[in-house]
């Protein structure tokens, strides 16, 4: 069954530095997603990404954060000058289309900022 | 913001028990999904909810979506070990041209005892 892969599993940085995160969605997909999730806390919306533009973003994805998705497969997150607060697990999500509302998730990004 | 509260927080209960959880919202969404996530990985979709008053089976699992749309609920029956974890609610609001993302709730943690 296709699923959404994410990389690193776990990626550990200093506060400052740029870190890239990783996702392959499901191929044929057409709607990608990343969300976080801070340790113990719910699953919250950080941006959605159509057509090769951003579709919409959450007041969290301030202009630190940027997606790409450099060629047709991979879908990246950004983060430019990493803050502690930035610490926690990044989901990557795709759905496949207009009539198909369901996001499947990838298996997340463990980000530490040190 | 849109919020969804999950009730109960967490629950103990003994394999064998059913367990029955639920999902409020102050506001009125389109679809209702339910997934589920195990320690330090990604929600996995269990059921998908399309319609006001839909009622959904998947195995030992069942969901609806309520009437006033701003509310559902969840069923496991039977629970095994395996159930543990933490099951989210999460909202969709269908608007055109965007890439519809998901508000999810606050998580209702499953312990079982044997």
């Known amino acids: 069954e296709p699923e959404v892969t994410q990389t690193p599993s776990h990626q550990v940085t200093q506060m400052g530095q740029e870190v890239i995160l990783r996702c392959v969605p499901i191929?044929?997909?057409?709607?990608f997603y990343w969300y976080r999730q801070i340790l113990g806390q719910k699953v919250e919306f950080l941006v959605s990404?159509?057509?090769?533009?951003?579709?919409?973003k959450s007041e969290i994805f301030d202009d630190q954060f940027s997606v790409e998705r450099p060629d047709g497969s991979n879908f990246t997150l950004k983060i430019r000058s990493t803050k502690l607060e930035d610490s926690a697990m990044y989901f990557c999500?795709?759905?496949?289309?207009?009539?198909?509302?369901?996001?499947?998730f990838g298996p997340g990004t463990r980000l530490t900022v040190l | 913001g849109q919020q969804l509260n999950q009730s109960p927080q967490s629950m103990f209960i003994q394999e064998g028990e059913d367990v029955s959880m639920n999902c409020t919202s102050s506001?009125?969404?389109?679809?209702w999904l339910w997934y589920k996530q195990d320690p330090g990985e990604g929600p996995v979709l269990l059921i998908a909810?399309?319609?006001?008053?839909e009622l959904t089976s998947n195995g030992r699992l069942t969901a609806q979506f309520g009437i006033t749309r701003k509310d559902s609920f969840l069923n496991i029956s039977a629970s095994i070990p395996s159930d543990v974890g933490i099951y989210f609610c999460?909202?969709?609001?269908?608007?055109?041209?965007?890439?519809?993302?998901?508000?999810f709730g606050t998580g209702t943690r499953l312990q079982v005892t044997l």
């Open positions: 999500a795709s759905r496949l289309s207009d009539r198909q509302y369901t996001q499947y």
């Open positions: 191929s044929n997909h057409l709607y």
């Open positions: 990404f159509y057509n090769n533009e951003i579709s919409e």
């Open positions: 506001s009125i969404f389109n679809t």
């Open positions: 909810l399309y319609k006001a008053g």
């Open positions: 999460a909202g969709l609001i269908l608007n055109t041209g965007t890439a519809s993302k998901l508000t």
